[in-house]
């Protein structure tokens, strides 16, 4: 068996909204379930297996899917369901390889090449992953593709959906490609399809057989880039979204906190800890958002661009926790006690490159340089003593039990 | 109350008070507009949202029955512009309700008891009480000190005194400065009279109704001042106007604005303004959120300014501008162009001048002798 160049894997949550749905309200399994608006103007987000066999799909009008699938139920998933079970799936990705790209919030391709002497062969990978997600999730299936190259992997996820698992091992590559029909590749729409089929040639391998300049002439610039993939060739790298959008620490309380007070505590320990992190990674935030969780779980967020004055973007402790704490002390009036309380931070740049908007008043100068002296100094200390050996004295009340000589 | 109104009218009446009123407001007689129909024939509107309150005389209407009413103000707004295939609508208290009519249509409006909006004082009974000053102007002059103020103030800031405009009164001299901080514009007008000197901020919102207001430049404007309100009365008798704004003042106190107007500048440009504000708006397209910055520079040898910016993985701008006149030294200096633009914009002079000191020092922004505008650079990585 030749080796694998590359591995890749492109994993796809099944019918993940409506899947979470059902998982979270045992009662709608095996029923068809939409996700998505029930008003007038609503669209499926998405379609349960069920409802997908009656022709049920997502970006549909609901009331369209209702009438092809009048016994449909329309059901939402609870607040951060989502997001949770994204997160989880997305971890499980994660602790398999660094290398991991989202596509969505339910699709990811993975490059676990370097994985391969670690985790064992592709496919163990790939059962590995699919194993995991399930028990992380509580149950959630996906479907994985796994092949030397993005295109293929992501062909090869669609072929046993759902809860499916297909490789496509180097050697088989025209065997799985070559009968299927050209507008199986992603971007021969109808017109290409019409253009090639005038030349008598429905599938991939036909398209394969075919010099390249006869592709280019049928299906322009574009052209050069379907034969090769129509060849199973793809070398685009799978990116990892390095850039990360944003910065943020959230804390989710035993027991509810009913005092504001210990809530500002918290914040503010967040904020220094939110902080700190956009220090080390050499970055600056423009905006602040604050989260609250209440008991029943309903979840408010609350932002504001951070104001240090000249309206530029800082890594300041003090700037990032004046506009978290001014959003609650908007917010504080509705105060109910609370079960989670999130700090983050985004519209994040790189620090070091960026210009500054001078003052007219004081010397805003001298208040930043001792500001970020003062930041310097407790950065060191918790780089040596760990970062509670440093902090406002108001992040000490953040009704933890940590030790604090 | 009954009166009949010229719909036309009514609605610009109608548009103008509620734009004063707050709609969410947690008294709900607050977020109507209260009809007052007097046996002489008058009827004003007034509205308020407890800071501002803007009372207006309407023309062209018929008082049928003298009296008052609180009708809701959004829907009063929204009724009045959708009726718009009528020449006049009819208005009607009837209690609380009310009746607007048309040829075609009855809406009955629930309001509320006329006595249960707050009392409104007039000017006269302002002027009366011993204001720190009272002078008058003209709408032209006050329209033109706020253009060219108002776009400087600041917005949202924390430090509220600057989120309104400093007026100050000195003789016969009539000023507004406002500043985010970052710059600061300043404007001057005479009066032919003198009055008693007086400095007071005005809140932002009362300024933008007050350029609503002040459509006729040659119109009076009577203008009280006091410890904690300004009033603005449009027309010849301030007793008898046809518009009156009053506001409540914003509290604290404006920043020593006349330390920061730099004074011994030298560099000194002049620019034809609409050559200045076609470059500055050019440059700008290649800037963004990171890179805002537009860099000017200008260069003795070669009299010329070259204005120059650039967006990380965009790209880069050149716009040279002819300096024929310039012997000074070279500088180059940085500034957020929307800024700059934002000045060109109210300035209605077709020269304007430019005076340098540093990169790190405070421009100076000159037009006409009565406009004078501080903006402070950006230092460029």
Redesign the interface.
């Given at each position: 068996m030749p080796p694998w160049p590359r591995v890749i894997l492109h994993v796809d949550m099944d019918a993940f909204f409506a899947s979470v749905v059902q998982l979270d309200q045992p009662e709608l399994r095996g029923k068809p379930v939409l996700v998505g608006g029930s008003g007038k103007r609503g669209v499926v987000a998405a379609a349960s297996y069920e409802a997908r066999a009656f022709g049920c799909r997502s970006a549909q009008p609901t009331g369209v899917a209702m009438r092809l699938c009048p016994q449909a139920i329309i059901a939402r998933p609870g607040p951060g369901r989502i997001r949770d079970q994204s997160e989880r799936a997305f971890g499980v990705f994660e602790r398999v390889t660094p290398l991991v790209q989202p596509l969505s919030i339910d699709e990811a391709f993975l490059d676990v090449t370097g994985s391969v002497r670690l985790l064992g062969e592709p496919r163990a990978i790939a059962e590995r992953i699919r194993r995991e997600v399930f028990e992380a999730t509580g149950g959630l299936t996906c479907s994985v593709g796994v092949a030397p190259n993005k295109f293929l992997a992501k062909i090869a996820s669609e072929l046993d959906k759902p809860d499916g698992l297909v490789v496509i091992e180097p050697e088989r590559v025209h065997e799985v490609l070559d009968p299927m029909l050209v507008g199986a590749i992603h971007g021969i729409g109808p017109a290409g399809e019409a253009s090639l089929a005038s030349l008598g040639v429905r599938t991939i391998g036909a398209l394969r057989a075919l010099p390249t300049e006869v592709v280019r002439e049928r299906l322009g610039t574009f052209g050069e880039r379907v034969h090769r993939l129509a060849q199973g060739l793809d070398d685009r790298p799978v990116r990892p979204d390095r850039e990360a959008k944003s910065i943020g620490h959230e804390r989710t309380f035993g027991e509810d906190l009913s005092d504001p007070e210990e809530v500002r505590g918290v914040l503010c320990a967040h904020a220094e800890d939110v902080a700190r992190r956009l220090r080390k990674h050499a970055r600056l935030a423009r905006t602040v958002t604050i989260k609250v969780r209440y008991g029943n779980f309903e979840t408010i967020t609350r932002q504001r661009a951070i104001d240090d004055d000249h309206e530029r973007p800082t890594d300041r402790t003090d700037a990032i926790w004046a506009a978290a704490r001014a959003l609650f002390e908007a917010w504080v009036r509705q105060f109910r006690p609370v079960r989670l309380i999130g700090v983050s931070v985004s519209g994040l740049s790189e620090s070091g490159a960026t210009e500054t908007q001078m003052g007219l008043f004081g010397a805003p100068e001298a208040t930043d340089e001792r500001q970020r002296a003062l930041d310097r100094a407790a950065d060191a200390i918790a780089a040596k003593f760990g970062k509670n050996a440093v902090r406002r004295a108001r992040s000490m009340r953040d009704g933890d039990d940590r030790s604090w000589w | 109350m009954k009166v009949i109104c010229e719909r036309a009218a009514l609605l610009d009446a109608v548009n103008l008070v509620s734009g004063v009123v707050n709609n969410r407001s947690p008294r709900p007689q607050l977020a109507c507009v209260k009809f007052d129909a007097s046996a002489d024939g008058e009827l004003t509107l007034t509205g308020t949202d407890a800071e501002i309150t803007l009372r207006l005389s309407l023309a062209r209407v018929d008082v049928a029955e003298p009296g008052q009413a609180l009708i809701p103000a959004d829907k009063l707004r929204q009724i009045v512009s959708a009726e718009d295939n009528e020449p006049t609508l009819t208005i009607e208290s009837d209690g609380d309700t009310a009746h607007i009519k048309g040829e075609d249509a009855h809406f009955q409006l629930h309001g509320f008891p006329a006595d249960e909006f707050p009392a409104i004082p007039s000017f006269k009974s302002i002027a009366d009480a011993d204001p720190k000053t009272i002078f008058t102007t003209s709408a032209g002059t006050l329209s033109g000190l706020i253009t060219r103020t108002l776009f400087a103030a600041a917005r949202e800031?924390?430090r509220y005194a600057i989120n309104g405009v400093l007026l100050v009164r000195d003789g016969k001299k009539l000023e507004m400065v406002a500043?985010d901080?970052?710059?600061?514009a300043k404007c001057s007008a005479t009066t032919d009279a003198k009055s008693d000197p007086a400095r007071c901020i005005i809140p932002s919102k009362a300024l933008s109704m007050l350029l609503k207001l002040a459509d006729e430049p040659e119109e009076p404007v009577h203008v009280a001042i006091t410890d904690t309100r300004a009033v603005f009365a449009f027309g010849d008798d301030a007793t008898d106007a046809r518009a009156t704004l009053s506001t409540s003042l914003v509290e604290g106190t404006f920043?020593?604005y006349e330390d920061?107007i730099p004074k011994d500048q030298d560099i000194k440009v002049t620019f034809d303004r609409d050559v200045l504000a076609s470059a500055v708006r050019r440059a700008a397209l290649l800037t963004n959120?990171?890179?805002?910055?537009v860099r000017l520079a200008f260069k003795g040898e070669t009299k010329a300014l070259e204005l120059s910016s650039r967006a990380?993985e965009m790209g880069e701008a050149r716009i040279a501008v002819d300096l024929a006149g310039y012997d000074g030294d070279d500088i180059e200096i940085?500034f957020?162009p929307t800024f700059l633009t934002d000045a060109l914009k109210v300035i209605t002079d077709p020269e304007v001048v430019i005076e340098l000191k540093a990169p790190?020092k405070?421009g100076l922004v000159k037009s006409g002798g009565d406009f004078l505008y501080?903006v402070?650079?950006?230092?460029?990585?």
């Open positions: - | 800031n924390s500043t901080g970052r710059r600061l920043p020593p920061v959120e990171e890179s805002r910055g990380p940085g957020n790190n405070p501080v402070m650079p950006v230092n460029l990585p």
